[in-house]
């Protein structure tokens, strides 16, 4: 009867510390300055932008910006404030997300536009996202720059890909593979892909720390997407389903209903794509999960993933802080087996 | 019974004339740059956003690029890549104003929202707005990408200000103009400024040009808000009476609230800050203004910001480019009267 995800995993915890480790000095210095930079005399934005800031995420992406920078011998200031811009572009993705999926809960609490409505979400995401080109354009590398703005068209392109595909159930493994890289992989990418470039490191060690960001991404987005099936309320900060119910198709769904027979292709289309959901649907989507296998699965192809992610670094296999970075590996996906 | 606004008035279609010359060559290769940067794998993309960029509407932003660049006699290409991207923000504005509004309509034909949904709104002006900060990065100019930069920031920012703000009778003239200054003329003036900034102008000729741009912005709202009590529907693109609907707090409200009997203070309560509205009512919102010389004294508010313009290129007066720019003042304020 579905498959248990034991988010208690001590392995998880421990991987991330070394990451914690080398980013902490930054880091303290990343969230000061992200504090100063949501300022404004419109009380709303602080309100809005401070709710989802301060909620507890683990600011995995900006402690990659430092990590890579660090990794590549970066020694200026410029990383913490790419960082910063990084983390604000990931915020203002989630709340433009959350106005998108309609979802009620993030991070454990009540979503922002629960509390200030879709409105004051939409525009505190754009003021946000306003904010972190003002702080790359501080930093002045048009690189850093030209990386970061790319990354914005994707991640938008992407969440649109995933809204033209929502409801279709034959989505193919490869459809939402893009989807994925898109919408969640690119900023991982392009957070990992600033250090070197900043350090002014040489082509080879910028696409290096890029496909790590990448496969990383894409290892992150499946767990996320196993977990929401499998995961526990209090340690996922959203509902367990949550995916389900908002008849999104994400891996596990689509190796289900690839594997499944005509009857449970019947029931996908109905919960999914006509969102006919009743009770006990959710129970019997996570019983035909694990009937094909396709948590484990989904589970797999992350850890294929995050192979590439780790060989990605061979590069820097001499250098002492990449441990830290395989070690986020051992963390992405030790979440979740 | 309310104020007649003839948008019929000749000085006005004859006023942008010179502009339209003056840009023509510019703006047919700003048309193909932005037709070729609205291109997506994912169809809903172009979809969406040519239904918006291909409505007609005046692209005065871009225009006031290319002359400002012209004035100070810029021969480059950069000016056709920064004036596509102004265009791109203006556009990413609208579909997320559209969607925080709850507009049904926009340049005359349906909004967006009303045929992709609020979802494919929100996510489409994020596309669009990565796009626009690419284009800025491919021209290389950090100090352009900072003032457009800033301008995002400051335009998201007047929308949480106008939100905020939505539904308070009490508003003051000044509190108005803040937000005026952020939402609207903000971009103005930073299309304005570039200009200059390509072109390697001294600062005082780009505090020259984001001055004329900044308060021909506040003019050309001023005007809106007007037109919106006494437009003609064909005209305006919308219904009149939109903004009366929708609750919004334009000058010519702040005008006649100030101005108003408690009686009629009342009614401004019931039907903006309390939403509602019954038959008749719009009408009744034109005969106060009328009573009070709302709407004429917002369009001598708009030819008073519109004078600040004309002076603000004072220091171009020998320059044979300048008169489309002084001409395009007047095209805005006759818009109206």
Known sequence: MGVVVPLEDRTGEAGLAPLLALAAPGMERVNAFILSRT??????????????????????????????????????DADVRLAAAVEFMHTATLLHDDVVDGSEMRRGKLAARMLWGNEASVLVGDFLLGQAFKMMVEVGSLEALRILAEAAAVIAEGEVMQLSAAKNTTTTEDDYLAVVRAKTAELFAAACEVGPVIAGRP???????????????????LVDDALDYGGREAKLGKKVGDDFREGKITLPVVLAYRRGTPDERAFWKRTLEDGQVEDGDLEEAIRLMGKHGAIEDTLARARHYGAIARDALGLFQDKPDVKALLDVVGFVTARAH
């Open 39 to 76: 300022g404004s005399d419109v009380a709303m934005i602080p309100e809005v932008a401070n709710h989802l800031i301060s909620s507890g995420g683990k600011r995995l992406r900006p402690m990659l910006t430092l990590a890579t920078a660090a990794l590549t011998g970066y020694s200026g």
């Open 203 to 221: 082509k080879a060690e910028q696409a290096a720390a890029r496909s790590y960001g990448m496969n990383l991404g894409v290892a992150f987005q």
